[in-house]
């Protein structure tokens, strides 16, 4: 499973009230089917539904679940179909244990077979219900031997949340891989995926480690590795509050994300510049000898974060001579490319847990690199991994579709080349003094631009029937094509294709007819003429044109269908304004169509196993 969302609570109040508002709060995680296990008087019992987790509600609602503790699961389907059968929480033959389950189970198959040999019988098609059946013909009545037994047995990327029916004071919890937390409370404790879940309850925090082991009671919790010895876990008092989690009177997620990226930007610049210089130094122990010994930089990531790495690319290339590589992280280690100690690579990730860019990083890390982790979470796996950490300072996003994140990854990422280039000593004074006057003064562009949305919803309203849509941009404005279009398909469901403007009489070009709208990024910079042309050739073969470009060159632009200004701005930065208005085009197309927003479909906010 990419993404699941687990809740585990054991406490005084309500088991179904925490582990639904937790679930709720993680159904960004995942949301084909939804289902809750209590451990009480009655043993343990087990409620599982299809579909979203306000339907396990509905199913609670008239036939609830009482007891002394509780887990829970929102799904995001991998092995097996949507089917209740499929959902979690999975149990043994005897009901005798019960778990939910976050990740892969790599040797699912082999295991399967030997339990069928041994007369096991199986309810489901998932990888999950075998571990459940394999815990239980381990368990002879200690959890913890047998919880260090079932991780010897499975391998794979996996963070379980467990239940014995036989002891109704305690939840298990294993995590390999996969991201699990533990929430302290008073009198409480809870277990979850991810922050969010918890908040209402606690903010005193624990993030399990690789191969680590957990028992919650209503005490506390103590902990262990995978060789049984006892851990002391540090806890962390995290700065995010309730609010962050709630709509606040947005119809989405997505749109309050998309609002609130002026403050993203101005959070992500407090403390990293002075007056109009770049400092870094109090996150970064960047020496000058050692930026000058460097060769070549990697910026590696996937999705969203490929997108903002590809703006980062430029901006390197612009102010240093390094050899700089973009590369998706799924890719990156498959190739035979020269990583070193002369090597700086770079992860871009939101979660800080996306599997391919973890095996990525530790990939170029045992190759001798200087690893980088620009994420949202700087307890994340790939934060504790690397050598040095930037962090967005976004807060939580809950839509599966990244809008603030991109930008604050954005706007690391320049603060990041800008540093480099400044310690190497190739930045000009003159070129950093305009770059972070003008960066200071962009939160308040964002912020006028995003009241332009009524015409944006207009112009969404009158092209959410296409079926097809081209994307083109030249320079820094190509990634944001390639972003643009990503968005347009994830919440839409409309094919969308972002091409370089230059590659479009190279193959595009015999896809246009009137049928297939075409948004081009134009702002002015020193490629606006060359994009101008494609413009023309596109009107000559009567595709209707979407023109992204700067206030004062409208003028230019009057035989196009419809046209969406941005505040002018230096060239290099012209990213942060030109993403705003193709984010709300994906959003207000979305609503005409009538899609599902935060949770676009067969999508999950992270994906966690390869």
Not at 236 to 246: A, F, G, H, P
Request: charged fraction near 25%; aromatic fraction near 8%; glycine fraction near 8%.
């Amino acid at each position: 499973m990419p993404m699941c969302g687990i809740v585990g609570y054991v406490g005084p109040r309500d088991v179904s009230t925490v582990v639904l508002a937790g679930l709720s709060r993680l159904e960004y995680r995942g949301y084909d089917s939804a289902g809750m296990a209590v451990s009480g008087e009655n043993g343990i019992e087990r409620s599982r539904e299809v579909g979203k987790v306000a339907d396990l509600v509905r199913m609670l609602e008239a036939n609830p679940l009482k007891g002394k503790q509780g887990i829970g699961h929102t799904r995001w389907a991998t092995h097996g179909g949507v089917t209740v059968e499929n959902a979690h929480p999975h149990c043994n033959s005897s009901s005798s244990v019960v778990l939910v389950h976050n990740g892969i189970i790599e040797n699912y198959t082999e295991l399967r077979e030997s339990l069928l040999s041994e007369g096991v019988t199986f309810s489901s098609q998932t990888d999950t219900e075998v571990a459940a059946q394999l815990l239980g013909k381990i368990y002879s009545g200690d959890p913890k031997q047998a919880l260090i037994e079932l991780y010897r047995r499975i391998t794979g990327a996996f963070a379980l949340a467990v239940m014995f029916a036989d002891d109704d004071d305690h939840i298990y919890c294993i995590r390999k891989g996969s991201p699990l937390i533990v929430a302290l409370g008073d009198g409480e404790t809870l277990c979850a995926s991810d922050v969010p879940a918890v908040l209402e309850y606690t903010r005193r925090i624990v993030y399990m480690g690789e191969g680590e082991m957990a028992c919650l009671s209503r005490e506390g919790a103590s902990f262990w590795d995978s060789e049984g010895n006892p851990l002391d876990k540090d806890v962390v008092e995290v700065d995010w509050d309730l609010s962050m989690v709630e709509k606040g009177g947005y119809p989405h997620f997505m749109l309050k994300e998309i609002n609130e990226q002026g403050a993203v930007m101005r959070q992500t610049l407090t403390g990293r510049t002075e007056g109009e210089q770049v400092d870094l130094s109090k996150e970064l122990s960047w020496t000058a000898d050692w930026a000058r010994s460097i060769k070549r930089v990697h910026l590696v990531a996937c999705g969203t974060s490929f997108y903002a790495a590809s703006v980062a690319e430029r901006v390197i290339g612009l102010f240093t001579d390094l050899d700089v590589r973009v590369d998706i992280a799924s890719e990156y280690r498959y190739r035979s490319i020269p990583i070193g100690e002369d090597t700086l690579a770079v992860f871009v990730s939101q979660s800080g847990e996306t599997l391919d860019t973890l095996a990525a990083e530790r990939f170029a890390k045992e190759k001798g690199a200087r690893c980088l982790a620009i994420t949202n979470n700087g307890l994340s796996s790939i934060a504790r991994e690397v050598d040095d950490v930037l962090l967005l300072k976004a807060g939580p996003e809950i839509g599966v579709a990244a809008t603030k994140t991109f930008t604050g990854q954005m706007a690391v990422l320049y603060l990041m080349a800008l540093y480099l280039a400044k310690l190497r000593g190739s930045l000009k004074e003159t070129d950093e003094q305009r770059l972070l006057r003008e960066m200071t003064s962009m939160p308040y562009k964002i912020e006028a631009l995003l009241e332009n949305s009524d015409t944006v919803k207009l112009m969404a309203e009158k092209y959410s029937l296409a079926r097809d849509f081209l994307f083109l941009g030249r320079g820094f404005s190509f990634p944001i094509a390639l972003e643009g279009a990503l968005k347009l398909k994830e919440i839409s469901y409309i094919h969308a294709e972002a091409y370089a403007a230059g590659e479009m009489k190279h193959g595009p070009i015999a896809l246009l007819d009137r049928a297939v709208p075409v948004v081009v990024v134009m702002p002015d910079d020193e490629l606006w003429e060359k994009t101008l042309s494609n413009v023309q050739e596109t009107k000559a073969r009567k595709s209707p044109v979407i023109a992204i470009t700067t206030v004062g060159r409208e003028s230019y632009l009057k035989d196009v269908e419809d046209l969406l200004s941005v505040p002018a701005t230096e060239p290099e930065l012209t990213p942060f304004l030109t993403v705003i208005p193709l984010q709300m085009f994906a959003y207000y197309v979305a609503l005409a169509r009538g899609t599902e927003i935060d949770q676009p479909r067969n999508l999950a906010k992270s994906v966690t196993v390869e």
